[in-house]
């Protein structure tokens, strides 16, 4: 079964930081961009952006560009959200999820890791 | 950036009723569209991807269509585990954005 295992999140003071881990099993990441989503309490999806199959090319929304950085280790089929400058509005359920091909639709998901940024 | 309106908001039905979403693309999307239903305490999952190819294993009872800028999620005979929200993505380009979600609740 293709799944990703997300591990990482918690509680994090404002302006502090905090990196997510997501593990793929049952495909090889290094096939695929990935991509990353957040749901505020009781929002909707956002998507904040991806990562090119090989690393090197990424996406980022404005909301998060040039705080949040996404990489990976393909040898270790694992990828990365690392936050920095945290604010109270990143309090959210992140996400990972595969893409299907370049500019694509997403699936599978990660079962989703909560980020609460409070003092 | 390309915005996604769906609605409605909020949408109550019973079990063995038909009901539509609909989702409204800011501009021409072509067929770039994906349906994803969440439950909660879940992740999304995905439904409906090129806005009318069912995935597979998903009942067919779920029906998509339209292209260029309006799209449907038809829901046939409602079932008990289809209450969730439903989020409708494109992908037409970057940065790709969702729908803000409807809520399918048992009247």
């Known amino acids: 079964e293709e799944q990703l295992v997300q591990s990482g999140g918690g509680l994090v003071q404002p302006g502090g930081s905090l990196t997510i881990s997501c593990a793929a099993s049952g495909f090889s990441l290094s096939h695929y961009w990935m991509s990353w989503v957040r749901q505020a309490p009781g929002k909707g999806l956002e998507w904040l952006g991806n990562i090119k199959a090989d690393g090197s090319d990424k996406y980022y929304v404005e909301s998060v560009r040039g705080r949040f950085t996404f990489s990976r280790d393909n040898a270790k089929n694992s990828l990365f959200l690392h936050m920095n400058s945290l604010r109270g509005e990143d309090t959210a359920v992140y996400f990972c999820a595969r893409e299907f091909s370049t500019v694509s639709f997403i699936s599978p998901w990660g079962q989703g890791t909560q980020v609460t940024v409070s003092s | 950036d390309i915005q996604m309106t769906q609605s409605p908001s909020t949408l109550s039905a019973s079990v063995g009723d038909r009901v539509t979403i609909t989702c409204r693309a800011s501009?021409?999307?072509?067929?770039?569209l994906a349906w994803y239903q969440q439950k909660p305490g879940e992740a999304p999952n995905l439904l409906i991807s090129?806005?009318?190819n069912l995935e597979s294993g998903v009942p067919s009872r779920f029906r998509g269509s339209g292209s260029g800028t309006e799209f449907t999620l038809t829901i046939n005979s409602l079932q008990p585990d289809d209450f969730a929200t439903y989020y409708c993505?494109?992908?037409?380009?970057?940065?790709?954005?969702f729908g803000q979600g409807t809520q399918l609740e048992m009247k």
């Open positions: 501009q021409s999307i072509s067929s770039w």
């Open positions: 993505q494109h992908y037409n380009n970057h940065p790709y954005t």
């Open positions: 090129d806005a009318s």
